[in-house]
């Protein structure tokens, strides 16, 4: 179900590194190196197989951008969220 922007809002208190914007949530994460930022993606890749959500990201060197809406809805749905808490669980390991 499709959260809405209130909900979506309340929720990023949680999740400061995280804004609100074109229908996605977005974070950028910045690395020492590009080993470490791939490491980081490897780890993100398993856990997002694991809960069948695929974020949309890029990489350049060490910085990792991540934008995660649910397509089926064409918004922020819990599956976003529940995916950015794990990303921000990895993150916090690797830095």
């Known amino acids: 179900m499709k959260l809405d922007d209130a909900t979506i809002e309340k929720n990023l208190l949680h999740f400061p590194d995280w804004d609100y914007y074109d229908n996605a949530i977005h974070a950028e994460f910045e690395f020492d190196n590009f080993k470490d930022c791939f490491s980081a993606m490897s780890r993100i890749a398993f856990e997002c ?3 069948q959500h695929h974020p949309n990201w890029s990489n350049t060197y060490n910085v990792l951008k991540i ?3 649910t397509h089926d809805v064409d918004g922020v749905t819990e599956k976003d969220f529940k995916l950015a808490d794990a990303i921000e669980a990895i993150v916090e390991v690797e830095e």
């Open 67 to 69: 934008s995660l809406s």
């Open 49 to 51: 197989e694991a809960q």
